[in-house]
């Protein structure tokens, strides 16, 4: 199933929101039905996100009825900043902007404009379908027979508009006849985990378990945890990874049980202008999303309720980075660099 796809001069995005209930996709030539898409999960996951923005540009840029390149250019700087301002997390979204924007002022004339943004977002696509089956590929390599994987929030083929990166892992290593097993925690308060991770392990025919985020370190204790693979949203000049909200206690939990703890991602998730992880901006959602489950009412009336939707991760519980272009250990500060 392709998440996300450039159709007939429109962008069609499978809705992640009404899964596993139901398979429904999103088709708009509106690109400020994407930003809502991004906004409101429908479009989910660092890579994906940034692919679904390449295409919401292309649909802004090309409704614009201006025929100077000063014009065009100022009207698109408008698109461009709607998109920033949707998810401020996930450093694929900025990058994907930025690449964008360069993009548009190659040509001379507003035509050439359109086509070469179109041609940008075809290529940010295509490159991340690639870099997610290489690191897939690569991260494979870590994965024994027999090993039981524990993995948190989606971070499969739906998640990266590609092949995954965490679960495009555990699919590869599972193609290779491995015999890998998989925990999937259902990942609070949006339970991508319970509603997309199982569903995608199961298109797979790949053994899986659900288990609740809080039952992780009984299954750590009693030995049932061979290896933590997590995607990112964005990692940071050190290694520091932010990424889905849980991942923190996962590698502090996998340290305490000598759990080896994966983080694999593509290097536009890497962003190399931040020092540390404390630069990386947390997004705060709705407290609802919290208080409520599918529409459905938990909490009483009136009690507040918090809701960070990633936290950073410290480089030092990081086990290995898997990337399209090597697996990397520490010192991050000089492995990532290379790139």
């Known amino acids: 199933m ?39 999960l429908q479009v989910r996951g660092a890579p994906a996100i940034g692919v679904a923005a390449a295409y919401g540009i292309v649909l802004g840029a090309h409704a614009l009825k ?7 250019l100022m009207r698109l700087e408008q698109i461009l900043q709607d998109f920033a301002a949707a998810r401020p997390t996930a450093v694929n979204l900025f990058h994907t902007i930025d ?14 404009m359109k086509q070469a943004l179109l041609k940008e977002a075809l290529r940010i696509h ?28 989606n971070a499969g083929p739906l998640a990266t508009a590609g092949y995954g990166t965490a679960l495009g892992i555990i699919i590869a290593a599972h193609r290779q ?14 339970c ?23 039952m992780a370190g009984y299954f750590m204790s009693r030995g049932k945890i061979d290896c933590v693979i997590v995607g990112a949203d964005r990692i940071a000049a050190n290694g520091d990874t932010a990424n889905k909200i849980g991942t923190y206690t996962l590698a502090v939990l ?39 489950i599918a529409g459905i009412r938990l909490a009483p009336r009136g009690i507040k309720a918090a809701n960070p939707a990633f936290d950073v ?27």
């Open 99 to 112: 690449r964008m924007r360069k993009a548009a002022v190659r040509d001379a004339d507003v035509l050439g």
């Open 254 to 292: 996998a340290s305490e049980n000598n759990i080896p703890f994966y983080v694999a991602a593509p290097t536009s998730t890497i962003d190399l202008s931040l020092a540390s992880g404390d630069q990386i901006p947390i997004e705060e959602r709705n407290p609802e999303e919290v208080t409520d």
């Open 177 to 190: 006849d491995k015999n890998t097993q998989v925990i999937a925690t259902e990942t609070r308060p949006l």
């Open 66 to 72: 201006v025929s100077s390149k000063e014009a065009f």
């Open 192 to 214: 991508q985990g319970a509603r997309i991770t199982t569903w995608e392990l199961m298109q797979e025919n790949i053994p899986a378990t659900l288990i609740t985020d809080s």
């Open 126 to 153: 295509a490159e991340e379908e690639a870099a997610t089956e290489r690191l897939s590929q690569l991260g494979a390599e870590l994965i024994k027979s027999g090993f039981t994987i524990l993995t948190h929030c």
């Open 2 to 40: 392709k998440p996300i796809e450039w159709w007939n001069n429109k962008l069609k995005m499978l809705d992640q929101t009404k899964l596993p209930q139901k398979t429904a996709f999103i088709k708009t030539s509106d690109y400020r039905k994407v930003v809502t898409a991004i906004k409101e």
């Open 313 to 339: 991760t410290p480089h030092r519980y990081i086990t290995a980075i898997i990337t399209e272009k090597g697996i990397v250990r520490e010192p991050y500060s000089d492995s990532l660099m290379s790139f």
